[in-house]
């Protein structure tokens, strides 16, 4: 099973569009977000975003410094989702850690196209 395929089985396409929605519309020229690298090679679009402030739960559990994510606007997929962490080995979010990535991003910036 590819990268592609695990994302679309374990994650609903509203998580992974908000996702992007942060990356994309975060690099914004007139508002930029602090928290957010995103670069572009024609079809491919990927970032970088900075996640270490966000907690999970009542215990407030750190999920990871970074989530990376890359896909081809043309392709329409996904291509990759990782956590990034000094503390463990790369890995896909589960729901829960993406919704509080989510709900973060969707207070913290209102104007965010993010629906959860």
């Given at each position: 099973?590819s990268f592609s395929e ?10 992974v ?7 994309y519309?975060?690099?914004d020229n007139?508002?930029?977000?602090k928290e957010?690298?995103?670069r572009y090679?024609?079809d ?18 750190h999920?990871?410094e970074c989530?990376?994510?890359c896909?081809y ?5 996904t291509d990759?989702i ?14 829960e850690e ?6 973060w991003f969707k207070?913290k910036?209102?104007?965010?196209r993010?629906e959860?």
């Open positions: 099973m695990m994302i679309e089985e374990n994650l609903p396409e509203n998580y569009q908000g996702l992007r929605a942060i990356a519309e975060g690099a007139l508002y930029p977000l957010v690298d995103y090679c024609e491919q679009k990927y970032s970088s975003i900075h996640i270490d402030d966000i907690r999970l739960g009542e215990n407030e559990t999920i990871a989530l990376w994510i896909w606007k043309s392709r329409a997929y990759a990782w956590l990034l962490s000094t503390h463990s080995v790369p890995r896909l979010p589960t729901l993406c919704k509080a990535i989510l709900t207070n910036y209102p104007f965010l993010i959860i």
